[in-house]
């Protein structure tokens, strides 16, 4: 990932309800939520919902497909683990990390030198 994409990844996360949103739709997983369950779980109104969503899919973070009546929203796990890598690119200063990696699981499928 360059800084111009970190920027725009960064940029759609802050805010309260875009970080919200992406939060429950990792949580979701590959089943992705629908804007119904989002306005629900998120109390918040259809329309700004919508003007959000629009900005994490723009950043590249969410992606949206049609599913018979609906439109399923899921959160983009390879463009959040690699805004995640560009964060940490240079963690422990280019030194040998002192924590052992996380072992990656299904949650996180891949490892970092600092545990997270």
């Given at each position: 990932?360059?800084?111009?994409?970190?920027?725009?990844?960064?940029?759609?996360?802050?805010?309260?309800?875009?970080?919200?949103a992406?939060?429950?739709?990792?949580?979701?997983?590959?089943a992705?939520?629908?804007?119904?369950?989002?306005?629900?779980?998120l109390?918040v109104?259809?329309?700004?919902?919508?003007?959000?969503?629009?900005?994490l899919?723009?950043?590249?973070l969410?992606?949206?497909?049609?599913?018979?009546?609906?439109?399923?929203?899921?959160?983009?796990?390879?463009?959040?683990?690699?805004?995640?890598?560009?964060?940490?690119?240079?963690?422990?200063e280019?030194?040998?990390?002192?924590?052992?990696?996380?072992?990656?699981t299904?949650?996180s499928?891949?490892?970092?030198?600092?545990?997270?």
């Amino acid at each position: 990932m360059d800084k111009t994409s970190a920027l725009a990844a960064l940029g759609a996360l802050a805010h309260p309800i875009r970080l919200d949103a992406f939060r429950a739709l990792v949580v979701a997983g590959e089943a992705g939520l629908t804007p119904g369950v989002l306005v629900e779980r998120l109390g918040v109104p259809y329309a700004k919902l919508g003007f959000h969503l629009k900005d994490l899919v723009a950043a590249g973070l969410v992606v949206s497909a049609p599913s018979g009546r609906n439109v399923i929203y899921r959160a983009v796990y390879p463009q959040m683990n690699a805004l995640l890598g560009f964060l940490t690119d240079n963690c422990c200063e280019g030194a040998a990390c002192a924590i052992e990696p996380a072992p990656a699981t299904p949650a996180s499928p891949t490892a970092s030198c600092c545990g997270c």
